[in-house]
């Protein structure tokens, strides 16, 4: 399969799943406003696709959320085969997206660093010589 056709699919079910994730979890402890599907990774058979979400709050927030969405897999599944003409619906594999925490990890390491050494934001940059 081309990858630019996978990169389609990959952005439609992404588009899908969260749209149908906000309207299929009905759960007092579910926070939508939290839930953020941050990417789709389908094979190349189309058979399976992982779908990352990136949940906000604590790890037992992380928990529940991820818990409650799972529960609606197959539900999920059943709305994109309706919904998305594909050869296969793809098995819908749920995960847990650690991507944006580690990102804020090493940004707050970079901020500790500029902290410890205000010379290395206080000074210039070399001046060229133009030779």
């Known amino acids: 399969m081309r990858p630019q056709r996978l990169t389609r699919i990959n952005q439609l079910l992404r588009q899908e799943v969260a749209e149908q ?8 402890d579910f926070d939508a406003a939290a839930v953020t599907v941050t990417r789709v990774i389908t094979s190349a058979d189309l ?3 992982r779908v990352f979400v990136s949940v906000r ?11 409650l969405i799972r529960q609606q897999r197959v539900e999920l599944q059943q709305i994109i085969n309706r919904k998305i003409r594909m050869k296969y ?8 997206d ?3 925490a580690q990102g804020d990890q090493v940004l707050s390491l970079i901020a500790e660093m500029e902290a410890e050494h205000p010379e290395w934001t206080d000074s210039e940059p070399p001046k060229s ?3």
């Open 47 to 49: 058979r399976h696709a």
């Open 57 to 67: 709050g604590t790890p037992d927030e992380q928990k529940i959320a991820l818990d």
């Open 21 to 28: 994730i906000f309207r299929l979890v009905n759960d007092p």
């Open 98 to 100: 650690q991507s944006i």
């Open 129 to 131: 010589t133009g030779e």
């Open 89 to 96: 619906t793809p098995q819908l594999i749920i995960e847990l």
